[in-house]
């Protein structure tokens, strides 16, 4: 695999791209900064989406869609917005061969057009909350564009809600914080996330408070996989998202918005992969049991499609390769590269002794079993190394957190993991301080690891890092 792969330790960049080229899971587009993603890695996205989309629905929210075209003047509406995405916008000036009435920005989010709806759907407390989400695409011109993390255009899914009062807002930023995203990226990614609180100066454009939920890359690094926020007033004051409460008098609502994208994709790869390739969670996996015939004759292809067919009934996602013609070595090579969880391999001396070789991709081992309990081994191989690797992921990050006391120690713990600093310790001044560094507060946390309200809470905990 030395030949494949650059190894993690000599060039964890290069061998990010090299897994993502070689995995065949996205490529670059023709514009700086866009990207193909190719079956392979789409397929995973699209697992991930399900999971998000069943997740996002059970909190009550509707799926709905609004337009990539929006007028320049709606973003001017709310100051700190627009001056938050000004550096990243795409501005539309001409179409049709004409110069446009009014320009019109490219989609870089969505608060400040569905907030224009918004407006014009809700009249009374009886209409609240309303809670929506899309799936779609955004663009942002980014200066420094890498593949699946940080690209010019991008999808995701973006979720805005307005409500009747500062409390419920609170409450379904939260809501969508833990029990949507923390659960998926836990479960279904395996990934230990730090759910925390962004500071003032890391704070979404326009929000009054940022929920976060940050990784730990095998490098070190921080990796940003998904944010809430808690809009306040401001976007329902600048499209009069406003209602007739309760007591017949006017009110603005309180809103919120919240997204995760195909950077997901990305931090997974980062997270769980090695120097064979990706490792996919079992839960995860669009494919969890890559079923090799290694070569043909004395019934295998027969014996293979019928095992093919049984791991089917019992709800594994199972893909059956029986090209022969293909040199067994170059498919093994080509499934650990893409990180099915188990292989199993049958060739005609296996067959002989009514055995089927089990390769589990987590842990590395590889074991001849009877026939007869392929899918009890399956099944139980999956549960294990689906806990295994969040496990692993959950102790490398505690191993390579390291508990400072001053800024000048956490800048220093940056370069090979993450530094937990009393936030007192650090404030506004010794962020800016950290950030001259390259080095950011990634998020706060209470000292016994809840949420905080509000970064002005006693004895909070700040995590600083480099990060992607």
């Known amino acids: 695999m030395a030949r494949v792969l650059t190894s993690q330790a000599d060039d964890f960049p290069r061998w990010y791209q090299d897994l993502v080229a070689k995995a065949e899971l996205a490529d670059n587009g023709p514009v700086r900064g866009t990207m193909v993603i190719r079956p392979a890695g789409y397929a995973i996205w699209e697992r991930m989406q399900a999971g998000m989309d069943a997740r996002i629905k059970a909190a ?55 907030g224009e709806f918004m407006a014009k759907w809700v009249d009374s407390y009886r209409d609240l909350p309303l809670l929506l989400n899309q799936w779609a695409n955004v663009v942002r011109w980014e200066l420094r564009p890498r593949i699946l993390l940080r690209t010019t255009e991008f999808l995701w899914q973006e979720g805005h809600t307005a409500h009747v009062d500062e409390a419920d ?31 003032a100066r890391e704070r ?19 990796l940003q996989m998904g944010t809430s926020h808690e809009l306040g007033q401001n976007f329902a004051r600048a499209f009069d998202i406003a209602f007739t ?20 994709l990305g931090g997974l790869i980062m997270c769980h992969g090695d120097d064979n390739g990706l490792r996919v969670p079992p839960a995860l996996a669009p494919v969890q049991v890559d079923l090799m015939v290694v070569k043909d004759g004395d019934g295998v292809a027969a014996t293979a499609a019928k095992l093919r067919d049984e791991l089917a009934q019992a709800g594994v996602r199972v893909a059956l390769d029986d090209r022969v013609d293909t040199a067994f070595g170059r498919r093994a090579v080509d499934a650990e590269l893409k990180g099915y969880p188990v292989r199993v391999e049958i060739g005609p001396r296996d067959l002989a ?73 650090v404030g506004a001044h010794g962020e800016a301080q950290a950030n001259a560094s390259g080095v950011t507060v990634r998020c706060l946390t209470r000292a016994d690891g809840g949420v905080p309200d509000s970064e002005e809470e006693t004895d909070l905990v700040a995590y600083l890092a480099r990060a992607y």
Do not use: C
């Open 353 to 425: 002794a009514g055995n089927v070789v089990l390769v589990r991709r987590i842990p590395g081992t590889k074991t001849p079993i009877p026939i007869a309990d392929l899918t009890r081994a399956v099944t139980a191989a999956m549960e294990e190394d689906q806990q295994a690797l969040y496990d692993s992921a959950l102790a490398s990050r505690l191993e390579r957190t390291v508990e400072v006391s001053t800024v000048e120690e956490a800048i220093e713990a940056s370069a090979t993991g993450w530094a937990k600093v009393p936030w007192s310790a």
């Open 60 to 114: 009550g929210a509707q799926n709905a869609y609004f337009p990539l075209f929006i007028p320049e003047s709606y973003l001017r509406r709310e100051a700190q917005h627009v001056e938050g995405f000004a550096p990243e916008l795409a501005v539309v000036t001409h179409g049709g061969g004409k110069e446009l009435a009014e320009p019109v920005v490219v989609r870089p989010t969505s608060e400040t057009v569905i």
């Open 204 to 222: 979404f454009a326009g929000a009054t408070s940022t929920y976060t939920l940050e990784g730990m890359m095998r490098d070190g690094k921080a």
């Open 169 to 199: 807002a609170h409450d379904y930023a939260r809501r969508i914080l833990h029990e949507v995203y923390e659960d998926l990226m836990v479960k279904l990614l395996a990934m230990p996330v730090l759910v925390g609180r962004k500071t």
């Open 245 to 264: 409460g309760v007591s017949g008098a006017r009110e603005l609502a309180w809103t919120t918005s919240w997204g995760t994208s195909t950077r997901m």
